[in-house]
């Protein structure tokens, strides 16, 4: 039980609130309003299956590059509070709970859970040979409303991968930002990231750009899935937390990272869920 409490704290189970809600925007639209219990239980299952997985596995991968970085170096892997074995027995654990979620939903997310796994061990992988790794991270967090748009729908269309896009845009963005912390470690190991490629500067760009990105495509959305005005309202509530979030952080001040990071990233995609939710299931 103390290992498996060490693997929960390891993971952040409570940081589930980035891609929870978004995953649930797109079930929310895929249905038209509320779906069944029955395929909402599934897919938090799936979700947290999923997710539970994907941390595991980049703390797994990373222990030994988390082990020198001063900053990391007292998680849980490095640290000695749970070995690589109990940790690998976790992932495999958690990637059967997301597959059984993937079978009880319908024969598509079955066929189609093995893509996200794949693109989490790629992304654990990433920063060691392209600066594009916070897209593969946004990937990784944009297949989550495509997922719950085919257990509710069992098909696909244009629209998830709308949202998908949104949601890699805006994690991209936020995970340049928050790279911007390793910049130093990151150069010094030979790791790559836009933060170490382009330095403080190019990093805030970099993230203003996605981040704009992110908003044009919840824009697009609405459009796309027949959303109304209180959706758009969400949005632009969306718009002004990202403009609050790149307030916070600038080249000469960086004590506020961890705040735009963690905070107000909920911030956005609860908000985003919340208003569809609206949208679709009270004034409809």
């Known amino acids: 039980m103390k290992s498996l409490a060490e693997f929960f704290k390891m993971i952040k189970l409570e940081h ?20 069944s219990l029955r395929v909402i239980l599934w897919v938090v299952a799936a979700m947290v299956g999923a997710r539970s997985a994907a941390m595991g596995l980049n703390r797994l991968i990373d222990a030994d590059i988390d082990a020198k970085n001063p900053r990391t170096s007292k998680r849980a892997i490095p640290a000695g509070a749970i070995t690589k074995g109990r940790t690998l027995l976790y992932i495999l654990i958690s990637l059967a709970v997301y597959f059984f979620a993937a079978f009880m939903l319908n024969p598509l997310t079955l066929m189609l859970s093995p893509v996200p ?15 594009l790794c916070h897209i593969v991270l ?28 949104a949601v890699l845009a805006w994690a991209a963005g936020f995970d340049v930002l928050y ?10 190991e030979g790791l790559y990231s836009i933060p170490a490629l382009l330095g403080i500067s190019g990093a805030l760009i970099t993230a203003r750009l996605l981040h704009i990105i992110a908003f044009a495509l919840l824009i697009i959305l609405k459009f796309a899935a027949g959303l109304g005005f209180i959706y758009l309202a969400g949005v632009l509530l969306s718009g002004a937390f990202m ?30 869920f919340a208003f569809t ?4 299931a009270v004034l409809r």
């Open 16 to 35: 589930s609130l980035f891609a929870l809600p978004f995953a649930f925007t797109g079930m929310f639209i895929a249905a038209g309003g509320v779906p």
């Open 117 to 131: 796994v794949l693109v989490f061990i790629l992304y654990s992988y990433t920063k060691r040979f392209t600066n």
């Open 138 to 165: 946004g990937l990784a967090l944009g297949l989550a409303p495509v997922g719950a748009w085919a257990a509710v729908a069992g098909s696909l269309s244009v629209t998830p991968f709308i949202l998908c896009f």
């Open 179 to 188: 790279a911007i912390q390793d910049i130093e470690f990151d150069r010094k």
């Open 243 to 272: 403009l609050y979030e790149h307030s916070l952080v600038s080249k000469n001040d960086l004590s506020k990272l961890n705040m735009a990071f963690f905070n107000i990233n909920a911030y956005i995609s609860i908000t985003i």
């Open 277 to 280: 939710f609206l949208d679709l």
